[in-house]
């Protein structure tokens, strides 16, 4: 690396003024002035502000290539900063040298300076995190994930890698895609039945949906752990907050119960969206004026008050006795659609909301059963505009129960032998939960599609790039 090479970041700070440096970026825009000279907006991706370089006249190639600069050609740029006289900027950069490293025919690169919408920019996915708001989005990606390390690295659980590929259905009833190497053409042909024992694994196998069952025998071990990787859904849904390929945060704790995991969420939550505000200021800001107006304001609140809690059964009655029209009827036992949530969370609690005790008969085998005997120490985190961003449980820890609820499920006992193992050698209570990040992200930044806010989204009908 030049030892003078500074990001745009960097190089946009007041106190970087008086620096001979070089910086390497992409043209935004380029005006020539009627004093011979050129303002060329250079942006790195480093941080949402472009650099304004200086370049004059008097530069070796000012005809041949300075004057011919459009948006997307990649320059290098040395000279000195000096104190802007323009608003908004405090730094320019006057340019002795500026290099061409690549061109962009302006008749074929798609980014120009009018605006594109969302689902254009999706045509465009491997160029879209040119622009501002895309390049927005992924910083705060960013920092939101690194804020998770640090949060549980900081209270003592353990990053843990479970597998991604699978012979075990998490949820018993999930939409799982499959993996093999079955020859499916010859299959097709042959049209006998699919022979398992012939396949890589010799049993069906699939992509995760969940790394909980693995997460859960670490942390009865290590104590406190976590997860954080891709998992895959087949489900059909051509939602805002669904993809088929999304990144879940899982921590699990031994010796957690329901209370203590409903406060480690909080926490969680909090400690990435204050991150988000300490760490992402310009891209907050610029989410809060392009975006989502008040999405700062709304963080904020979140961060300084205690989330609301409700039971199931409360969240039932007023969504039963309230003036709202629902597309799908509810009842005490219906799982809640994402239009029950926002109310709850947008309408009447006007914030976030942890939601308890759901009926057994909605949630999986795997959650404790109450005392009740029809509910289960489920919790789940519902936000406004996303809806259900967090799922957990504290887990069932009782052997006889557990079976119980496998066999009422329709599963096979020994295919969770291990699982099952854990209550069987010193079992103990424990409790986790699901967070997905995208939902996160989209909370944060207020973009209103799931697609937006992941490098290369994965939908039904869709894998390009
Ligand atoms: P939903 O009811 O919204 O479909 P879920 O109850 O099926 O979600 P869980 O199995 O509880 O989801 O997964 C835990 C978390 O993972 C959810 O709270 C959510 O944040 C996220 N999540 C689940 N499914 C998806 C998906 N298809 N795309 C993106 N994130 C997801
Ligand atoms: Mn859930």
Same mark, same amino acid.
Not at 59 to 76: I, P, R
Not at 334 to 343: G, K, P, S
């Given at each position: 690396?030049?030892?003078?090479?500074?990001?745009?970041?960097?190089?946009?700070?007041?106190?970087?003024?008086?620096?001979?440096?070089?910086?390497?970026?992409?043209?935004?825009?380029?005006?020539?002035?009627?004093?011979?000279?050129?303002? =060329?907006?250079?942006? +790195?991706?480093?941080?949402? #502000?472009?650099?304004?370089? /200086?370049?004059?006249?008097? %530069? &070796?190639?000012? *005809?041949?290539?300075?004057?011919?600069?459009?948006?997307?050609?990649?320059?290098?740029?040395?000279?000195?900063?000096?104190?802007?006289?323009?608003?908004?900027?405090?730094?320019?950069?006057?340019?002795?040298?500026?290099?061409?490293?690549?061109?962009?025919?302006?008749?074929?690169?798609?980014?120009?300076?009018?605006?594109?919408?969302?689902?254009?920019?999706?045509?465009?996915?491997?160029?879209?995190?040119?622009?501002?708001?895309?390049?927005?989005?992924?910083?705060?990606?960013?920092?939101?994930?690194?804020?998770?390390?640090?949060?549980?690295?900081?209270?003592?659980?353990?990053?843990?890698?479970?597998?991604? =590929?699978?012979?075990? +259905?998490?949820?018993?009833? #999930?939409?799982?895609?499959? /993996?093999?190497?079955?020859? %499916? &053409?010859?299959? *097709?042909?042959?049209?006998?039945?699919?022979?398992?024992?012939?396949?890589?694994?010799?049993?069906?196998?699939?992509?995760?949906?969940?790394?909980?069952?693995?997460?859960?025998?670490?942390?009865?071990?290590?104590?406190?752990?976590?997860?954080?990787?891709?998992?895959?859904?087949?489900?059909?849904?051509?939602?805002?907050?669904?993809?088929?390929?999304?990144?879940?945060?899982?921590?699990?704790?031994?010796?957690?119960?329901?209370?203590?995991?409903?406060?480690?969420?909080?926490?969680?939550?909090?400690?990435?969206?204050?991150?988000?505000?300490?760490?992402?200021?310009?891209?907050?800001?610029?989410?809060?004026?392009?975006?989502?107006?008040?999405?700062?304001?709304?963080?904020?609140?979140?961060?300084?008050?205690?989330?609301?809690?409700?039971?199931?059964?409360?969240?039932?009655?007023?969504?039963?006795?309230?003036?709202?029209?629902?597309?799908?009827?509810?009842?005490?036992?219906?799982?809640?659609?994402?239009?029950?949530?926002?109310?709850?969370?947008?309408?009447?609690?006007?914030?976030?909301?942890?939601?308890?005790?759901?009926?057994?008969?909605?949630?999986?085998?795997?959650?404790?059963?109450?005392?009740?005997?029809?509910?289960?120490?489920?919790?789940?985190?519902?936000?406004?505009?996303?809806?259900?961003?967090?799922?957990?449980?504290?887990?069932?820890?009782?052997?006889?129960?557990?079976?119980?609820?496998?066999?009422?499920?329709?599963?096979?006992?020994?295919?969770?032998?291990?699982?099952?193992?854990?209550?069987?050698?010193?079992?103990?209570?424990?409790?986790?939960?699901?967070?997905?990040?995208?939902?996160?992200?989209?909370?944060?930044?207020?973009?209103?599609?799931?697609?937006?806010?992941?490098?290369?989204?994965?939908?039904?009908?869709?894998?390009?790039?």
């Amino acid at each position: 690396m030049q030892d003078n090479w500074i990001r745009v970041a960097e190089a946009r700070k007041a106190e970087s003024a008086g620096r001979d440096c070089e910086v390497r970026g992409w043209v935004r825009t380029r005006r020539d002035s009627k004093g011979g000279f050129s303002f =060329i907006e250079v942006n +790195d991706g480093s941080c949402l #502000g472009n650099i304004q370089v /200086v370049a004059p006249g008097e %530069l &070796d190639n000012y *005809a041949d290539e300075v004057q011919k600069l459009t948006a997307g050609c990649s320059v290098v740029v040395a000279g000195k900063l000096v104190e802007s006289p323009a608003k908004g900027q405090a730094t320019e950069l006057q340019a002795t040298s500026l290099r061409v490293l690549g061109w962009a025919d302006p008749e074929t690169y798609p980014l120009q300076k009018k605006r594109h919408s969302f689902e254009k920019l999706r045509e465009w996915a491997h160029l879209r995190t040119r622009t501002n708001t895309l390049s927005a989005v992924m910083r705060t990606r960013n920092q939101i994930s690194q804020s998770i390390h640090n949060f549980f690295h900081e209270n003592g659980f353990f990053y843990t890698h479970t597998p991604i =590929i699978t012979a075990s +259905d998490c949820e018993g009833a #999930g939409e799982m895609f499959r /993996v093999t190497t079955l020859d %499916l &053409d010859m299959l *097709a042909k042959s049209g006998g039945p699919v022979k398992f024992e012939y396949d890589f694994f010799e049993k069906p196998a699939y992509l995760t949906v969940s790394g909980q069952l693995n997460g859960e025998t670490y942390a009865t071990a290590l104590g406190r752990i976590y997860t954080f990787g891709p998992t895959f859904r087949a489900e059909n849904s051509n939602t805002s907050r669904h993809l088929a390929e999304f990144w879940m945060v899982e921590p699990e704790a031994a010796f957690f119960d329901l209370a203590d995991d409903m406060r480690l969420a909080e926490d969680f939550l909090k400690r990435i969206f204050t991150d988000c505000l300490n760490h992402c200021d310009e891209d907050m800001q610029f989410f809060d004026q392009r975006i989502q107006p008040g999405v700062i304001d709304q963080i904020r609140s979140v961060v300084e008050r205690p989330f609301a809690h409700m039971t199931y059964t409360e969240a039932i009655k007023i969504l039963e006795t309230c003036d709202a029209r629902f597309d799908y009827p509810i009842s005490w036992g219906t799982d809640l659609q994402a239009e029950h949530e926002r109310y709850l969370t947008e309408v009447h609690v006007k914030g976030p909301v942890i939601l308890t005790d759901y009926p057994s008969s909605i949630k999986p085998f795997y959650m404790r059963v109450s005392d009740d005997g029809k509910t289960v120490a489920a919790m789940d985190v519902l936000v406004p505009g996303v809806g259900e961003i967090i799922g957990g449980s504290q887990r069932e820890e009782r052997l006889d129960v557990l079976t119980s609820r496998m066999t009422e499920a329709g599963l096979n006992e020994e295919d969770y032998w291990w699982y099952i193992d854990l209550r069987r050698f010193g079992t103990v209570p424990h409790a986790g939960f699901g967070l997905g990040l995208e939902r996160a992200v989209q909370y944060v930044t207020g973009m209103s599609n799931i697609r937006d806010v992941i490098p290369f989204p994965r939908t039904p009908g869709n894998a390009d790039f």
